[in-house]
């Protein structure tokens, strides 16, 4: 018996156990604990659900559900509805009933009737006011523009819309103009209904609505449910723009012009052409601005283009006034309605022509315009001469002056500062430099000093064709007293005592006018104003045996070079006439006697050949005179033979030419 009491009263004490941890025993074989989905859509707004499943899918207890009579119901027995700046929702009492603490504490503990959602209660009802505001123009002939507009008060929450219907051709963006929000009036208040009235201002952010109707729905609701009694409504006050815009087109009385085909065919394509200038020198930066004027014959429609020159600073603009009838008085642009309209027989030369309040003179014609008045008008050339206008001077120029150098890098990369803006390096050829690489013309120099030791020194100048550089060594000489090493640059007033590479690999740049060293004053270089004149520096053409050349204001003298020299100016003969027989020959034709055709004859032995510089040593006192040492070298390899031998046969014919 004790058993089955214990067994019978289990049920009960699992019954009574609190709902805590080590109290709730758990289903271990259960796997499935997905919770159901109690919040949902429907139809766009937000609606729960009636759950009928748990976690993991176990039924619920069956609860009754509210039918939609029951809720009709409850609404009708409960009309009352609080407003609030918070929120809004169905009170079952009225406020009437509540007088002290007790009535209170007897309503808590009565049972509810279950609340109606105000999103179920007022689903789609759209309360709406119709208003204005006027928007201000800024530069324009209207004071104002009048917005119409469409307020929308949504009454499930609270929310408003306020849209603009559109007006076809307005040229204003229209449609919503503030989205579907909540507005608030304060800083801690929102509108509600009883904020809205016919013929009341509304603030809507910064646009102050006037609103002037609304629709019998919006009035009813007023009537019944607030207990509000709307003003009576308001006519609509018209937009001056748009009455203005929506005026009929004025009808011309008068009849169309009408060409008959025989004007036209007589007048096609017969244009007057006219120069005429308009001064502008009155206004701020105003100019003299010149016009070519086109009248046509077969409409008489007029044309005015713009007389564009080069670096005027003008926008290039084509047309002044296009194609058209040209008002004789002009104001506003109504007047191009006036009937007063230039002629072809107006434009006169000397005349002032009024082209849409640009006074223009007419100073000159074309040829076929000047036959045309001479015959339809009879008009006599002095007539028709051209007006003689004063034209200014165009303003020079200015050069750019080229500053002096300031020693600072290469007088190329300086020059790159005073070219460009952005620094740039120097732009070297490259198809020159591939085409002459490794071309190098080598000669033999004298220096020419003014002291002892110098007199003897001999150097050996290269000059490289790729990139026209040129560069100076001086082999050393046994028992000369000048040592082996590094001199790179040569100053003024100084005798070099140091032998080896004289001159690295640069530009040499061209002595300017040559000035004696007494009178030649010491300038500073960095504080001089002189403008500098552009470089020049020595090229190939420079270079030939007998040239003197001033390098860092040390003269020198080339006196040889080597047979590479000569074999390249000599294929190249156009570009050194130094090398061109042909060029050479003519300068002696005729200039010797026949004396001294003889003694020169003479001169050479009676072998065939002789060396070059026994030929050079016999003809030198006579050629010099006419003649630079490398044009007596070319006529010498003239006629030499492969052996670089002189033959006496070829120079006795060239004599007898002579």
């Known amino acids: 018996m004790s058993d089955q009491s214990n067994s019978t009263d289990r049920p009960n004490i699992t019954q009574h156990l609190p709902f805590l941890p080590g109290t709730v025993f758990e289903d271990i074989t259960k796997t499935d604990f997905r919770r159901p989905q109690s919040l949902w859509y429907n139809n766009g707004y937000m609606v729960s659900r009636n759950l009928k499943e748990g976690i993991g899918g176990e039924p619920l207890p069956v609860t009754a559900d509210t039918s939609a009579e029951e809720l009709l119901k409850e609404m009708k027995n409960n009309p009352y509805i609080i407003y609030t700046h918070k929120n809004k929702e169905f009170c079952p009492y009225s406020k009437e009933k509540i007088l002290n603490y007790d009535d209170v504490v007897k309503i808590k503990n009565e049972p509810q009737p279950s609340k109606i959602p105000s999103y179920i209660a007022y689903d789609k009802m759209v309360l709406r006011f119709f208003g204005y505001y006027k928007e201000s123009t800024y530069q324009s002939s209207e004071q104002y523009h009048l917005r119409k507009v469409v307020i929308y008060y949504y009454l499930e929450d609270d929310t408003i819309r306020v849209n603009e219907p559109q007006v076809e051709n307005s040229g204003i963006p229209q449609g919503v103009l503030i989205s579907r929000q909540k507005i608030p009036k304060s800083s801690s208040e929102f509108y509600t209904p009883t904020d809205f009235n016919i013929g009341k201002n509304v603030q809507l952010y910064a646009k102050t609505i006037r609103i002037v109707d609304c629709d019998e729905f919006t009035r009813r609701y007023y009537q ?16 001056p723009y748009q009455s203005e815009r929506n005026k009929p087109y004025r009808i011309k009385n008068d009849e169309p012009r009408s060409y008959p085909l025989k004007h036209f065919i007589e007048y096609d394509r017969k244009v007057l052409r006219f120069y005429c200038v308009w001064d502008d020198r009155s206004n701020m930066f ?27 600073g003008r926008n290039p603009f084509p047309l002044l006034l296009k194609k058209q009838p040209l008002p004789k008085v002009f104001t506003d642009m109504k007047d191009l309605d006036s009937n007063e309209k230039y002629h072809w027989y107006d434009f006169k030369i000397g005349s002032v022509i009024n082209v849409l309040g640009r006074k223009c003179l007419i100073y000159d014609c074309d040829d076929y315009t000047r036959y045309y008045f001479m015959e339809h008008l009879g008009m006599s050339e002095e007539e028709l ?42 732009k070297k050829n490259i198809i020159k430099m591939l085409e002459n690489d490794h071309i190098v013309l080598r000669f033999v120099a004298k220096m020419e000093s003014k002291y002892k030791q110098n007199k003897d020194r001999r150097f050996i100048l290269s000059y490289h064709v790729s990139d026209d550089k040129i560069s100076i060594y001086e082999p050393m000489q046994r028992n000369s007293g000048i040592t082996n090493g590094y001199f790179a640059k040569v100053f003024k007033k100084t005798a070099g005592i140091i032998g080896g590479k004289y001159l690295e690999n640069n530009y040499v740049k061209k002595p300017k006018e040559q000035v004696k060293e007494e009178e030649e004053e010491e ?23 007998g040239a003197v050349l001033n390098i860092n204001s040390q003269i020198f003298t080339l006196i040889d070079a080597d047979e590479f020299v000569f074999n390249y100016m000599e294929c190249k003969k156009d570009e050194y006439p130094m090398s061109n027989i042909k060029m050479i020959l003519p300068k002696i034709m005729g200039v010797f006697s026949t004396e001294e055709k003889e003694n020169l004859k003479q001169k050479f032995p009676t072998t065939i050949t002789i060396k070059r510089e026994s030929f050079i040593d016999a003809v030198s006192p006579l050629f010099l005179k006419y003649l630079t040492p490398h044009e007596i070298i070319t006529i010498s390899r003239s006629c030499e033979d492969e052996d670089q031998k002189v033959d006496i046969d070829k120079v006795i014919k060239i004599i007898n030419v002579l």
């Not at 409409?299 to 005015?304: A, I, S």
């Not at 303003?395 to 990369?413: H, L, M, R």
């Open 385 to 426: 001469k051209p007006y003689n206008i004063p034209k200014e001077k165009p303003a020079e120029i200015p050069k750019q002056v080229t500053p002096q150098y300031n020693c600072f890098g290469s007088e190329e990369d300086s020059m790159g500062s005073v070219k460009y803006i952005v620094l740039q390096p120097p």
């Open 523 to 545: 300038e500073d270089i960095f504080n001089s104003q002189k403008p500098e004149e552009p470089m020049e520096y020595y090229t190939s053409k420079d270079l030939y045996v």
């Open 286 to 312: 105003g100019d003299i601005h010149e016009f070519i004027i086109h009248y046509y014959l077969v409409d008489d429609c007029v044309e005015v283009r713009e007389v564009h020159k080069p670096n005027d």
């Open 224 to 239: 019944e449910v607030e207990k509000i009694e709307l003003n009576p409504s308001e006519e609509m006050p018209e937009d």
